[in-house]
């Protein structure tokens, strides 16, 4: 099993910024690749970000390229979410998971999560 826990999330003006982390522990958190998915209402979960335990393999979605920057800290079993320039069509709850196999964009390639942290981006 491998555990999952974000924070960060919280209330932000349009333009503004804030860092997501994702605390992992359990099994040995290096075979595994960690995602970033989002939720916003009434829509499906979307695939946001992806990395390798050894920082390499990292994709975005397009809507957050640019403006979006995933990093891990090995030492640390922690990924982050640096998120710039956010917009009210950013709010949404975001998850981390983690995954050994499958597509990096397939939410169905995961099967741990975690509960996930709000992010809420006023105009």
């Known amino acids: 099993q491998v555990q999952l826990v974000e924070s960060g999330g919280g209330l932000v003006q349009a333009g503004g910024s804030l860092r997501l982390s994702c605390a992992a522990s359990?099994?040995?958190?290096?075979?595994?690749?960690t995602g970033w998915f989002r939720q916003a209402p009434g829509k499906e979960r979307e695939f946001v970000a992806h990395i390798r335990w050894s920082g390499g393999s990292i994709y975005y979605a397009d809507s957050v390229k640019g403006r979006f920057t995933i990093s891990r800290d090995n030492a640390k079993n922690m990924v982050y979410l640096q998120m710039n320039s956010l917009t009210p069509e950013d709010t949404a709850v975001y998850y981390c998971a983690a995954r050994y196999s499958g597509s990096y964009y397939s939410k169905g390639s995961y099967p741990y999560w975690g509960q996930g942290t709000q992010v809420t981006v006023s105009s």
């Open positions: 359990g099994r040995t958190f290096s075979n595994y690749a």
